[in-house]
């Protein structure tokens, strides 16, 4: 007989009960679930509603089950649709009428939006442990290039001179707002919705500040018409991770670019590549390239609750369902791609000389010129003008600005002096860029000591 039996008179359909389990996916949060029932079980008795007997026989009971599913000596059914049923009527066939005094003042509902806030509380905890140790890869790299030129880039087109501290710092501060998005939503999901009922709270003298307290919640839910049938929380931590994702791709997709030998910045270890089975030769970034693809997956996901959420009146529905499969694989796909693009990263060689050389070509250091121009008294749109004349004539000697006589520089503006090929060399160029943010040492070195302090403040 099934726990809800008692209105019905018939069997449920068998490919019913198929098409109605979840069991098969929401059996992950068992731990959760026997920890929400001892706390509700433990406000129950010192409130007076069951006794300290049947406190100590569910107590016992659910640990022995907690103990024994640990151990892989459980197996549960789809008879019993879901984690919860299962959990409960394992505890009545163990501890009898006790068992059967646990769900007193509580409902499916809330005890689902609770299993899934645990849940998801302690998965955010180590995803952001996850981000963490791939920011400290990028400081580790950072603080080995910080005078490694490379060309920065606007519309993949060679812009200006930058370091490759620089650029892998950008993706730390990118990484940085992940944390404090992720951190941001755990405090906002941090509210219990135990003793919320099926959607209108109960009649027994319960206290929902005790079992928030217990379970380490701030605060009970105000409202247990929303305690039971919103997923926001669900919502808004797979739309950080799907930023998060968005972030490791774009990061991707720069490796992939840099270890091709049409760029060959980086080299990226044996252990972190694949080969063909044709090619002998070939040496792919799938790594970076299914972090890439797995991005879209869980864009899916955000997507897919979205979508079963949005039609929905209050308060549950059964398409709620629905919510955890989206959302484990959501959570379950960041957490397989950090680590394997952290070891990526740790493990990667950089090429500085080849990246010297192609911040060589492209005229990047074009800007420079035209502000050494500016700093000798000439208007900076005059400037800019002039030195687009000079990058021209350049392009028809095939010629670089710093390789341009005096004479030729001259023939184009009296402005320019011996000192403009010091002004024009890239090191100088990146050097000289000490505005809040930039490239030069002294900058990258203050990112890199903010962003250790970030860290160091996250870690527990």
């Known amino acids: 007989m099934k726990l809800w039996g008692g209105r ?7 490919l019913v009960n198929d098409f109605n389990s979840s069991i098969q996916f929401d059996c992950r949060m068992y731990r959760e679930d026997i920890q929400g029932s001892l706390a509700h079980a433990k406000m129950l008795a010192e409130q007076g509603i069951i006794s300290q007997e049947d406190l100590k026989q569910i107590r016992q009971g659910l640990e022995s089950i907690l103990a024994d599913v640990e151990a892989g000596k459980i197996e549960f ?3 019993n649709e879901d984690i919860h049923m299962n959990v409960e009527a394992l505890l009545t066939e163990r501890i009898g009428a006790a068992g059967k005094r ?7 509902n809330d005890q689902v939006a609770v299993d899934l806030r645990l849940y998801l509380r302690r998965e955010i905890e180590e995803i952001i442990g996850q981000i963490l140790d791939l920011q400290h890869v990028i400081l580790m790299q950072a603080e080995r290039h910080q005078n490694t030129v490379m060309p920065g880039y606007t519309h993949l087109q060679r812009a200006q001179p930058i370091s490759f501290a620089q650029h892998l710092l950008a993706y730390g501060e990118q990484f940085r707002r992940d944390v404090e998005r992720l951190v941001d939503c755990r405090r906002r999901m941090n509210v219990c919705p135990l003793g919320s009922g099926a959607l209108a709270g109960t009649t027994y003298p319960i206290d929902r500040w005790a079992t928030a307290r217990t379970l380490g919640f701030d605060r009970p839910c105000s409202n247990s018409l929303d305690g039971v049938s919103d997923r926001d929380y669900a919502l808004e931590l797979m739309g950080g991770l799907s930023i998060l994702m968005m972030h490791l791709s774009r990061f991707s997709e720069e490796i992939i670019l840099w270890c091709s030998w049409e760029f060959k ?8 590549s694949t080969g ?26 955000l997507m897919g609750l979205l979508t079963t959420m949005k039609g929905l009146p209050l308060a ?9 499969e989206p959302v484990f694989d959501a959570v379950d796909t960041v957490k397989i791609c950090l680590p394997v ?7 990667m060689r950089v090429l500085p000389e080849k990246m010297r050389r192609a911040a060589g070509g492209g005229f990047i250091n074009a800007t420079d010129c035209a502000d050494y121009l500016t700093k000798k008294g000439m208007p900076f749109r005059d400037a800019y003008t002039t030195v687009g004349n000079l990058v021209y004539y350049c392009g028809q000697q095939g010629k670089l600005l710093e390789e ?7 023939d184009i503006s009296p402005l320019f002096e011996e000192d403009v090929y010091e002004a024009l060399r890239l090191e100088t160029c990146m050097g000289q860029r000490s505005s809040y943010g930039g490239p030069a040492v002294a900058e990258t070195t203050r990112q890199i000591q903010e962003l250790r302090t970030f860290i160091s403040a996250c870690r527990p």
């Open 276 to 301: 063909s089975s044709i090619m002998p030769q070939k040496k792919n970034p799938d790594v970076a390239e299914l972090v890439r693809g797995k991005t879209g997956r869980v864009y899916g996901d």
């Open 8 to 14: 019905f008179r018939k069997e449920t359909d068998s």
């Open 102 to 108: 646990l769900h007193t003042a509580r409902s499916r």
């Open 316 to 324: 549950y529905n059964k398409d709620m369902q629905e919510d955890k």
């Open 341 to 347: 693009f952290t070891g990526m990263l740790s493990t």
């Open 77 to 79: 059914t789809a008879e």
């Open 265 to 272: 910045f980086i080299e990226l270890d044996d252990a972190y």
């Open 404 to 410: 341009l006589t005096l004479d030729e520089l001259r």
